[in-house]
């Protein structure tokens, strides 16, 4: 399956469509834009972000506009809101492996784990 997010509206209890993530691959402090995109009514990308024949080894990272997103949805935010863009820096070790990153965000908090 290769690489793959899903977020998740935790203070609305629904998926965030329409979010918009990033995805950049990283080599240290550089970071190379690989591909920007919208997260579909299930809160997910229409198509792996990499499937298991173009994964490469890596760091790679992920880049949630969250403040976007809730202040679409009406939300009245503080100025600055707590959480801005959330950017997850992750490792691919296995190219032949799923990797799955989801988050889970509200305006003032996220998790993630590694899932399936």
Do not use: C, I
């Amino acid at each position: 399956m290769g690489l793959s997010t899903h977020v998740l509206d935790t203070m609305n209890g629904r998926p965030a469509a329409g979010m918009q993530v990033q995805l950049f691959s990283t080599d240290g402090d550089q970071a190379t834009l690989v591909k920007s995109l919208t997260l579909n009514h299930d809160g997910r990308t229409d198509a792996p972000l990499f499937d298991n024949s173009t994964l490469k080894v890596g760091t790679y990272r992920l880049t949630f506009d969250v403040a976007g997103y809730f202040s679409s949805l009406g939300v009245v935010l503080p100025e600055p809101n707590f959480l801005n863009k959330v950017s997850l820096d992750f490792g691919v070790a296995h190219v032949d492996q799923h990797y799955h990153v989801p988050l889970l965000v509200s305006p003032w908090s996220y998790s993630t784990y590694r899932g399936s």
